[in-house]
């Protein structure tokens, strides 16, 4: 049964997205009198469709993608548009409607990971970057020691060297073994906190954890409430970090392209951690992996790879400004390298996927 939810709410996901995505080039197409034959959700053979007005409304056996069937498209010039005026198709709009119509999807994408990223930070708590302490772990070292939920730590002392503690993240960068440079399974370290107003030293014994390569204490900071407008600074400072993560993957390719290549995820990858974060019974997490994969499709569509909306534009521009269309033969050479290249990678990626599941 688990297994079943797993898979409805992951399609439920990758639906939203590319509907979401869809929907955005469907509306602009539409709202400047393009012809839209077929609105489509999935990929594959038609599961359901039904024709409202010149549109047919469809949804495809495979949840991967979708599409919008606009007349005068480069790989459209097909028998069904041969009696669309030409100022109902693509070719017949002005430049910057088409780049509207290409970039609306990127756009709607975007809204939905800003609206769900606000939406999500006015109703849970988040956690604050003081030095308050807000959980301690049971039986970590730092319940062992005494450490309490309240205490605010002031200052952590190891080997002789004080290092003053101003939030979170201080005690975080403390506890770092590329800067402690230990190769002990646990050291121990002074910590000054203060409790009640009064200031006490406990001795805490930390653990050394491989998987992140630092000492834990076994404590979570203090967390609170936002207000509607901090939840809105909140939301976009995360969108903007979920928006820029692409350029740091992208400029790890170059880097460092073998251990890079092999961390990237395909389907098989986000259904997995959909799985997971499902089984928790986290709707803030869901909703946070849903903004999460809205943003990265909106940015990877900006990418200028042919057959993406990023290309479609810079095609717009370039026929805008030599005053002709590109040859047919030429868009649709780079649109079949660019397709190709983009499946190649998530078929790849999917392999990793399995492997790293299965293996």
């Given at each position: 049964m688990q297994t079943l939810i797993n898979i409805v709410v992951f399609i439920l996901i990758l639906g939203i997205v590319v509907l979401i995505h869809e929907l955005g080039h469907f509306i602009?197409?539409?709202?400047?009198?393009?012809?839209?034959s077929e609105f489509s959700i999935g990929m594959g053979p038609k599961i359901f469709s039904r024709k409202k007005g010149e549109t047919e409304y469809e949804i495809r056996a495979l949840p991967i993608g979708g599409f919008v069937s606009m007349a005068g498209e480069a790989d459209n010039d097909i028998e069904e548009f041969k009696d669309v005026p030409i100022e109902r198709t693509l070719k017949g709009i002005s430049c910057w409607k088409k780049c509207v119509v290409f970039l609306a999807g990127v756009f709607m994408n975007f809204v939905l990971s800003l609206v769900i990223l606000i939406g999500v930070y006015c109703v849970i708590d988040v956690q604050t970057n003081t030095p308050e302490?807000?959980?301690?772990?049971?039986?970590?070292?730092?319940?062992?020691?005494?450490?309490?939920?309240?205490?605010?730590?002031?200052?952590?002392?190891?080997?002789?060297?004080?290092?003053?503690?101003?939030?979170?993240?201080?005690?975080?960068?403390?506890?770092?073994?590329?800067?402690?440079?230990?190769?002990?399974?646990?050291?121990?370290l002074q910590v000054e906190l203060v409790r009640d107003g009064k200031t006490i030293t406990k001795e805490v014994n930390?653990?050394?954890?491989?998987?992140?390569?630092?000492?834990?204490?076994?404590?979570?900071?203090?967390?609170?409430?936002?207000?509607?407008?901090?939840?809105?600074?909140?939301?976009?400072?995360?969108?903007?970090?979920?928006?820029?993560?692409?350029?740091?993957?992208?400029?790890?390719?170059?880097?460092?392209?073998?251990?890079?290549?092999?961390?990237?995820?395909?389907?098989?990858?986000?259904?997995?951690?959909?799985?997971?974060?499902?089984?928790?019974?986290?709707?803030?997490?869901?909703?946070?992996?849903?903004?999460?994969l809205s943003t990265n499709i909106g940015m990877f569509n900006l990418l200028p790879i042919p057959g993406l909306d990023g290309c479609q534009v810079i095609f717009a521009v370039v026929e805008r400004v030599i005053g002709r269309e590109l040859p047919l033969k030429v868009k649709y050479g780079l649109q079949i390298a660019g397709l190709a290249l983009v499946f190649g990678l998530m078929i790849f990626v999917t392999f990793n996927d399995i492997s790293r599941i299965f293996g």
């Open positions: 602009t197409a539409k709202s400047f009198g393009v012809y839209c302490i807000g959980k301690v772990t049971s039986d970590s070292p730092a319940m062992i020691a005494g450490l309490e939920a309240g205490d605010t730590i002031s200052k952590i002392t190891y080997d002789g060297h004080e290092n003053i503690i101003a939030s979170f993240a201080d005690i975080r960068e403390v506890l770092n073994n590329d800067n402690l440079k230990s190769k002990s399974a646990t050291i121990m930390a653990k050394y954890n491989s998987d992140s390569n630092s000492y834990t204490m076994g404590l979570t900071p203090a967390t609170r409430n936002l207000s509607f407008f901090e939840a809105i600074n909140y939301g976009v400072t995360k969108f903007v970090e979920m928006a820029l993560l692409i350029f740091t993957t992208l400029g790890k390719l170059f880097t460092d392209s073998a251990n890079t290549i092999g961390q990237l995820s395909g389907p098989a990858g986000i259904y997995n951690v959909t799985a997971q974060i499902t089984e928790t019974g986290s709707i803030s997490q869901l909703l946070t992996l849903l903004a999460l």
